[in-house]
């Protein structure tokens, strides 16, 4: 993908495809408001969504304010996924120890998690984000699940895994929701990371790659 034309066209046939705004959202990795906006800019849908508006975001009908990360060279491979995978699990390693869990948000989390914790040698477990049921309606009102076919929480210690940082709104609500199992998360990281995070809720936040945007201020 090399301009937004290309993001509104695959906005438009992911959304052809059946998936709501959340999951289009995960599958281009830009923000919730950038996936909004580029599915009515492709014209996929004649119904505007019902959002929570946030700090930052875009004024209805602008184009908001993101970076799109295109990891693909890597996803395509699984041994640079390895490699990359390696990586990671070496960032975790220094937190904890007997830590026997990963969890991996889905879906693009679930897995480069799959190859962290088989080289950190603990269990697998994923999450499913609310985002992925966010289509219409305020997104407060939905949860996400962990899923049962794969390792419960169990009040256990765990390290998190995703593909990229965008708002951290995701993240939070992994770590949350990890509490609310009882368990303890000791560290997170990503791919790439958009806001340049070193903590959120009091856990810290690795990522191989941070993308931050640089631009003048309005005077």
Not at 45 to 67: F, H, K, L, V, W
Not at 98 to 116: C, H, M, Q, S, Y
Not at 146 to 164: L, M, P, Q
Request: glycine share 10%.
């Amino acid at each position: 993908m090399k301009n937004v034309d290309d993001l509104i066209e695959s906005a438009a046939e992911l959304a052809a495809r059946g998936l709501s705004k959340g999951e289009i959202a995960d599958e281009l990795n830009v923000s919730r408001e950038t996936a909004s906006w580029l599915v009515e800019r492709s014209g996929a849908t004649a119904e505007p969504t019902d959002m929570p508006a946030r700090e930052g975001a875009a004024s209805p009908g602008s184009s908001p304010q993101d970076i799109h990360v295109d990891w693909s060279a890597i996803g395509r491979d699984s041994k640079r996924m390895g490699a990359i995978a390696e990586a990671m699990a070496d960032m975790l390693a220094k937190h904890g120890e007997g830590v026997d869990l990963t969890i991996g948000i889905e879906k693009a989390g679930g897995p480069i998690a799959t190859l962290v914790a088989r080289a950190l040698e603990t269990d697998l477990g994923t999450y499913t984000p609310a985002k992925h049921q966010w289509e219409e309606g305020d997104i407060e009102e939905l949860g996400g699940t962990f899923s049962r076919n794969f390792a419960g929480i169990r009040d256990r210690e765990c390290y998190i895994v995703d593909d990229t940082i965008t708002s951290g709104t995701t993240m939070r609500e992994t770590i949350e929701a990890i509490r609310a199992e009882g368990g303890e998360p000791l560290a997170c990281v990503v791919l790439a990371d958009k806001q340049g995070l070193e903590e959120l809720d009091g856990v810290p936040v690795y990522s191989l790659l941070q993308v931050i945007s640089v631009g003048k201020e309005d005077n």
